[in-house]
């Protein structure tokens, strides 16, 4: 019998070549992991997503796959990940992998056979079409800049690649290539992997009209409306949930730029068979500016409260939440929604804990966000790695949109690096985290800032994470109480309550630096409090009436 297990679990995302290296090379690796499982055992977690671990060239660190039934050699050999799952089932941890299926590397041997003829069979795993003029099939702009065609002299046609050149994307309308990923995803699930986390998957379905998009400032034209949420999305999910997912017990959870809820609905109902939950963009975006996240601009409490609301209510009925703050693809979570200065770091992120693990879904930890990391800010442009930093810092100055200064605040606020510098395990140094030479450099902050000081100070933010997870066993109401905004339009506080049978939980976090009034509405009623958690020490014979918050304050009562 199937259970809805993934509602009550806590989810924490391992980037491997930033977690632990094992043998010095100065890249994570599995047996790295295995190190670190008894960490994330006391931590309380139940399942690990595992971003890439197969055979790559990385030119996107792993997410460009050449042969998905292999270990990338940088993270080690089948017989390491064996280990690693056996060691995380027996301390009752699942390992959810990543299923990066929109496109594979250009030297998957797929790629390498399909484009070496017109005449190969796997010629039509992949998107080729003519241009016209000597102009690509169509204006699209690829996420990594440039257009989203290449030009291929082998066979004088174009490949579609919505990332990267070395990433073409497969062809979801040819049924061979659907089978072949369905048997790859049943290797792996009859291995014992419990799930996947799927990349862009809302992605996979191509409007076959391949019109152009509407043209932006970098001269390329906006492909998504032509390949999000396409045509024959729900159909593949379906058979894909049909063939795979529906003879096992799985997690699955779909990341989905340019989702609505009304869409999420589609994906995640009950009765749809599709996947479990999706990743929205919708509150990650926020402050997005004139070139999207590299001009950040100040956002506002209310914008993001509208949005989880939405959320919130959009799924209360049939679906389900994802919950998370960062991810490999995301700040730090603390510099991001909170505030990174001394004084206020671990408050803030503990406030953030709070909003995000109280609300109804499942959560996401991304690795060193238990310790409170933060973003990097690195002097030079040379000591970021990601092809997206690099690439858009070549467009935007290459093209004149930006300057400089401008492009290094961007980076510096939003670059995917900021969540890529190694975990920080203790004071030694590279942080504990290599004997060698990293790949990328460690956040220099780590002398103050590692797992070894979180854990041995019981008030630490790593505590707290551990507090709120062991909450959320204990009280159903975290799972499946029924959400409702208080405060709609306070730019400072978000509290929201959740109702479950006779009991009301109530959620008071203060966004802000300032101390800000409480007044809990005349309509929340109650006779018992009991105060389940607070990154102040609060009196708890207080009633949550009235009341003046501290700066970054969180509160949460169990009210009857
Ligand atoms: C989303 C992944 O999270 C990101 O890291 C990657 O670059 C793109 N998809 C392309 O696979």
Request: proline share 4%.
């Amino acid at each position: 019998m199937t259970t809805n297990w993934w509602k009550e679990s806590v989810v924490y995302q391992i980037y491997p070549r930033s977690f632990h290296d094992s043998n010095g090379d100065g890249i994570g690796d599995i047996k790295g992991i295995t190190e670190k499982l008894d960490h994330l055992e006391d931590l309380g977690i139940d399942v690990i997503w595992l971003s890439p671990v197969y055979q790559s060239p990385n030119d996107d660190n792993g997410y460009d796959i050449s042969d998905y039934r292999a270990i990338m050699d940088d993270f080690g050999r089948m017989e390491d990940f064996d280990e690693m799952l056996k060691e995380a089932h027996k301390r009752g941890i699942k390992i959810m992998m990543d299923l990066v299926v929109n496109h594979t590397s250009d030297e998957h041997q797929w790629f390498v056979e399909s484009r070496s003829s017109k005449e190969s069979p796997y010629r039509d795993y992949y998107i080729w079409k003519k241009g016209e003029d000597g102009k690509p099939p169509t204006n699209w702009g690829a996420a990594f800049g440039g257009s989203a065609w290449q030009y291929d002299d082998t066979t004088g046609e174009y490949y579609l690649h919505l990332f990267s050149k070395k990433q073409p994307d497969l062809n979801w309308e040819n049924e061979t290539v659907r089978n072949d990923i369905y048997d790859m995803m049943n290797f792996w699930l009859d291995k014992g992997v419990n799930g996947f986390r799927m990349d862009v998957i809302n992605f996979i379905s191509k409007d076959q009209r391949y019109p152009d998009g509407e043209v932006n400032d970098a001269g390329f034209g906006d492909g998504s409306p032509y390949f999000m949420n396409g045509p024959r999305i729900h159909e593949s999910l379906q058979e894909m949930n049909k063939k795979v997912l529906s003879q096992h017990d799985t997690i699955t959870v779909g990341e989905m730029p340019g989702a609505t809820v009304e869409e999420a609905k589609l994906y995640t109902g009950e009765d749809r068979h599709e996947l479990n939950m999706v990743f929205h963009f919708e509150h990650v975006d926020v402050g997005n500016g004139k070139y999207g996240k590299w001009t950040p601009e100040q956002w506002k409490l209310t914008d993001l409260k509208k949005i989880f609301s939405r959320w919130q209510e959009g799924l209360e009925e049939d679906g389900w939440n994802s919950l998370y703050w960062s991810n490999h693809d995301q700040p730090r979570a603390i510099s991001r929604f909170g505030n990174d200065s001394e004084a206020y770091r671990e408050i803030s992120g503990k406030m953030l804990a709070t909003c995000l693990h109280l609300l109804k879904g499942t959560p996401y930890i991304y690795q060193g966000e238990e310790i409170g990391m933060t973003n990097v800010a690195f002097d030079s442009v040379h000591d970021y790695r990601d092809i997206e930093t690099l690439n858009a810092y070549d467009d935007y100055m290459n093209g004149g949109l930006l300057t400089h200064d401008d492009m290094m605040k961007g980076i510096h606020e939003r670059s995917r690096d900021n969540a890529r510098t190694p975990v920080q395990w203790s004071d030694d140094r590279h942080g504990g985290f290599t004997k060698g030479k990293p790949w990328i450099a460690v956040n220099p902050n780590y002398r103050d800032i590692n797992a070894q000081q979180a854990v041995s100070d019981p008030e630490s933010i790593y505590h707290y994470y551990k507090k709120l997870i062991k909450l959320r066993k204990d009280n159903p109401i975290i799972v499946y109480g029924k959400y409702e905004l208080l405060l709609k339009d306070d730019e400072q506080i978000y509290a929201y309550t959740r109702t479950w049978e006779d009991q009301t939980l109530l959620v008071i976090c203060n966004f802000s630096e300032d101390t800000p009034k409480f007044e809990l509405p005349k309509e929340v009623k109650f006779s018992e409090k009991e105060l389940c958690i607070a990154n102040y020490d609060v009196d708890i014979k207080e009633d949550p009436t009235t009341f003046t918050l501290k700066p970054y304050e969180a509160r949460a009562y169990l009210l009857k």
